[in-house]
Nanobody, 123 residues
Framework: QVQLVESGGGLVQAGGSLRLSCAAS????????MGWFRQAPGKEREFVAR????????YDADSVKGRFTISRDNAKNTVYLQLNSLKPEDTAKYYC????????????????WGQGTQVTVSS
């Protein structure tokens, strides 16, 4: 299984931006669809975005579309999540995940998970 390490989280004011990175090792990165999820305290983990092996993105339309951008660099074995126009309700721990499924649809479709990176947005 591929190992994943997230970075790039931090404390930012509302309206600010962050770029999260997720570095993969131990597997053939281009073989995996990659996803980002987040979990706020007291809430369930929720899907944020995913990107297919070929680079096609899909977003959670209700909460992040138009503000977040997922991308991948297969040469660097890294997937990114650009967070713009951040809101206090975006505060959560963000996790990246790798899936050997062609089109993963739920969290259980993902085979490997990182430890997460904390994003805190102040008002």
């Amino acid at each position: 299984q591929v190992q994943l390490v997230e970075s790039g989280g931090g404390l930012v004011q509302a309206g600010g931006s962050l770029r999260l990175s997720c570095a993969a090792s131990g597997g053939t990165f281009s073989y995996y669809a990659m996803g980002w999820f987040r979990q706020a305290p007291g809430k369930e983990r929720e899907f944020v975005a995913r990107i297919s092996r070929s680079g096609v993105p899909t977003y959670d339309a209700d909460s992040v579309k138009g503000r977040f951008t997922i991308s991948r660099d297969n040469a660097k074995n890294t997937v990114y999540l650009q967070l713009n126009s951040l809101k206090p309700e975006d505060t959560a721990k963000y996790y990246c995940a790798a899936s050997s499924s062609l089109i993963p649809k739920v969290a259980n479709d993902y085979d490997s998970w990182g430890q997460g990176t904390q994003v805190t947005v102040s008002s």
